[in-house]
């Protein structure tokens, strides 16, 4: 199992950059593909980012392509998603999720939430127009 927290929400203007990390505990981190979701208000959890378990296969929704970038350590056991020009339609909680993947190729990344079995308490992010 591992457990996952999220850090470096916050509030941010348009145009602005924010850096949210998410620390695993546990471990084998290096055999979980990760990934970022986020939920608005009203709305459904969307895929953000997902990265493969060697870091070298990456996936990204439309919407954030060009924007966001998603990486991890697996040193320190920790992925990243790093936001720039954000965007008012951008605010959302945030989630960081990890899935157990030790046979599948290290090409592998996944984009349904329903494919992760680990979520993190989720972190706020704020853009203001």
């Known amino acids: 199992q591992v457990q996952l927290a999220e850090s470096g929400g916050g509030l941010v203007q348009a145009g602005g950059s924010l850096r949210l990390s998410c620390a695993a505990s546990?471990?084998?981190?290096?055999?979980?593909?990760m990934g970022w979701f986020r939920q608005a208000p009203g709305k459904e959890r969307e895929f953000v980012a997902s990265?493969?378990?060697?870091?070298?296969?990456?996936s990204y929704a439309d919407s954030v392509k060009g924007r966001f970038t998603i990486s991890r350590d697996n040193a320190k056991n920790t992925v990243y998603l790093q936001m720039n020009s954000l965007k008012p339609e951008d605010t959302a909680v945030y989630y960081c999720?990890?899935?157990?993947?030790?046979?599948?190729?290290?090409?592998?990344?996944?984009?349904?939430?329903?494919?992760?079995?680990?979520w993190g308490q989720g972190a706020q992010v704020t853009v203001s127009s």
């Open positions: 999720a990890a899935d157990y993947q030790r046979r599948a190729l290290s090409t592998v990344v996944l984009t349904t939430a329903l494919d992760y079995d680990y």
């Open positions: 990265i493969s378990k060697s870091g070298g296969s990456t």
């Open positions: 546990g471990r084998n981190f290096l055999n979980y593909v």
